[in-house]
């Protein structure tokens, strides 16, 4: 088992940058895959963005080159930077991964994009 907590989220004008973190109460060397997800207010929750263990990376288009993915698996950290963020970015942001056989979610934090 393992739990996260997110943090990181708040309000940016366009254009701007957050650096979101997830923090994992357990060593997360051995977590093959972690993700991002958000969900936008009234819709449906989307992929932001994995890495696997050997630090491979995977970014849905609508962020490819803006946002990039890390982890630290010294601190059992996962971050997502965000860059040149756009306000169709505005979601709650949370860490996921698998582990068989269910998937753990933290409970998300909030990204508020508008001037």
């Known amino acids: 088992q393992v739990q996260f907590v997110e943090s990181g989220g708040g309000l940016v004008q366009p254009g701007g940058s957050l650096r979101l973190s997830c923090a994992a109460s357990?060593?997360?060397?051995?977590?093959?895959?972690m993700g991002w997800y958000r969900q936008a207010p009234g819709k449906q929750r989307e992929l932001v963005a994995t890495i696997i263990g050997g630090g491979s990376t995977n970014y849905a288009d609508s962020v490819k080159g803006r946002f990039t993915i890390s982890r630290d698996n010294a601190k059992n950290t996962v971050s997502l930077q965000m860059n040149s963020l756009k306000p169709e970015d505005t979601a709650v942001y949370s860490c996921n991964t698998y582990i068989y056989p269910r998937y753990y979610w933290g409970k998300g934090t909030l990204v508020t994009v508008s001037s």
């Open positions: 357990r060593s997360i060397f051995n977590i093959y895959i």
